[in-house]
Every structure is written in structure tokens, then in C-alpha cells.
């Protein structure tokens, strides 16, 4: 059973930085792409970033290119996102994904149904 478990949401003035992780366990050996995404209240839930199992394909919404940095760890089954200049905006539940699929029938989506697996998420607050 694959399993994500992000950590490292807080509350967070404005201006700083956070860094949640994922951990992933549970997938013996496969290879998988990592997704983030978020969700603010009373907003559905948007694509964030994405990275492919190299780390050499990485996707990110354009209006969060500039702050916000995906990464993975592939030994230690851990991928993280990097959020600097945080803005009360940025008050969301962010959640961890991953495609399992074939890789050659994987694709670096920005939407939901391109992952498989996905974590309970993790509370970022950022206080103005």
C-alpha cells in the first residue's frame, strides 16, 4: 500500500519561507513522478509543480514559477516544495501526489487525474 505523508505546513508570516515535505513509502521499487498541489478555502484545489523521477522534466504554474521550488530525493523517498516571499495567498492545504503509472504512459500533468497516490496534506498559513 503506497503511502504519502507530507509534513512541515505551519503558520508563517508573510515574507518567509516554508519547505513541506513528502515522504514516500510503500512502493517497493517503482519509479514515479511527484506532484504538488493546493487548496485555499473556498477554492478547488490547483496544480502547483510537478517533477519527473530524474528531475530533469519540472512543471510549474507560471504564476508560481518565480517562488516556489520543487525537488525529490529519490534514495530517500522524499520530495519537498520550497515556497519563498510567502503571501497571505498562499494560505492553503498543500497536498502531495504521485504517478505510479508505466512510465512510458506517465505524463509531468497539471491536473488531478495524472496521479495515482496522494497524501492527507499539509496546513500552510501565512499570517499577513
Known amino acids: 500500500q503506497v503511502q504519502l505523508v507530507e509534513s512541515g505546513g505551519g503558520l508563517v508570516q508573510a515574507g518567509g519561507s516554508v519547505r513541506v515535505s513528502c515522504a514516500v513509502s510503500?512502493?517497493?521499487?517503482?519509479?514515479?513522478?511527484m506532484g504538488w498541489f493546493r487548496q485555499a478555502p473556498g477554492k478547488e484545489r490547483e496544480f502547483v509543480a510537478a517533477?519527473?523521477?530524474?528531475?530533469?522534466?519540472?512543471e510549474y504554474t507560471a504564476s508560481m514559477k518565480d517562488r516556489f521550488r520543487i525537488s525529490k530525493d529519490n534514495a530517500k523517498n522524499t520530495g519537498w516544495l520550497q515556497i519563498n516571499s510567502l503571501k497571505p495567498e498562499d494560505t492553503a492545504v498543500y497536498y502531495c501526489?504521485?504517478?505510479?503509472?508505466?512510465?512510458?504512459?506517465?505524463?509531468?500533468?497539471?491536473?488531478?487525474?495524472?496521479?495515482?497516490?496522494w497524501g492527507r496534506g499539509t496546513q500552510v498559513t501565512v499570517s499577513s
Open positions: 517533477i519527473d523521477w530524474y528531475g530533469v522534466n519540472i
Open positions: 510503500g512502493q517497493t521499487s517503482s519509479t514515479y513522478n
Open positions: 501526489t504521485a504517478d505510479f503509472r508505466p512510465a512510458a504512459a506517465r505524463t509531468l500533468g497539471t491536473t488531478e487525474d495524472a496521479y495515482d497516490a
